[in-house]
């Protein structure tokens, strides 16, 4: 497999043939993460995630996504630090799960298959970290730990998309954009994404609101809306990593904080 998605470089699918050997030491070191600015989310991660990361959506059709924004800047991550330690409490799922991932086999996307980026420094031959297989072959217990947590993932994934693609049947997406610098710098703004659009959910009908209520889909709304206040600390984030003593522009993301705040001051009632 090529360079597919943002950190894997040369992800290949396992084998006890090929990494019989093979050990995975996974600590702290977060470096393998320093260049990515952005990485997808599960919904039931947007509880943790929507107190220290800005949550937005990408995406069209059937592959809308949300996203949590790590840096202002392509190839930057404001929360991965020089020592290579992640400085947010929660670290999205995504990020967790490597140097493993699923890919699949088919058109359908049904069939999956275990790989491991063999770039990742954690990946020896010397005994370092856990095992993926025993003497004789089988999977250790850290090797179906993997598993499992992966395949929770993916249904936790394809629950998600179902939630984003009824944000945009009931048409409460809408583009945004963002800017954390100041107004001479080009690089420091963010445009691409979507967020919900407040006003567009006072108007969708009462029975449509409900279901939302019901499925607890209308509490992630808030969640997402709530995030959009950590553009503020992306912003302070990004002014101590460059040293600058003054404050950026953020016209388009006050906008945005005053209707996450008014939106956070009337949650859904359970």
């Not at 930057?76 to 400085?87: F, H, I, K, M, P």
Request: glycine residues 6%.
């Amino acid at each position: 497999m090529t360079k597919q998605v943002l950190l894997y470089e040369h992800a290949v699918p396992l084998s006890s043939e090929k990494h019989r050997d093979w050990s995975v030491k996974a600590g702290k070191d977060y470096s393998f993460a320093r260049e990515v600015n952005a990485v997808p989310l599960t919904a039931v991660e947007l509880v943790a995630a929507a107190s220290e990361y800005p949550v937005v959506f990408v995406g069209k059709d059937e592959n809308i996504v949300p996203l949590a924004l790590l840096g202002n800047r392509q190839n930057q991550n404001l929360y991965v630090d020089e020592t290579g330690a992640w400085t947010a409490r929660y670290i999205p799922a995504f990020v967790r799960r490597y140097p493993f991932v699923f890919a699949a086999t088919d058109p359908s996307q049904t069939q999956f298959t275990l790989c491991i980026d063999e770039s990742f420094d954690g990946c020896n031959s010397e005994g370092r970290g856990e095992h993926l297989f025993d003497s004789e072959g089988e999977r250790t217990q850290y090797l179906n730990s993997v598993l499992s947590f992966l395949r929770e993932y993916e249904a936790h994934f394809k629950r998600t998309r179902v939630f984003c693609k009824k944000l945009q049947d009931l048409g409460l997406l809408e583009p945004m954009q963002a800017r954390l610098g100041a107004p001479e710098d080009s690089k420091g703004g963010l445009a691409g994404f979507m967020g919900v659009n407040r006003q567009k959910l006072k108007e969708i009908d009462s029975d449509k609101l409900a279901e939302l209520f019901r499925t607890d889909e209308l509490e992630l709304i808030y969640l997402h809306m709530f995030s959009l206040r950590n553009f503020r600390t992306m912003m302070e984030l990004a002014g101590e990593r460059s040293e600058a003593e003054s404050v950026p522009s953020m016209s388009e993301v006050d906008t945005l904080e005053d209707e996450a705040a008014e939106g956070a001051e009337k949650p859904p009632v359970h």
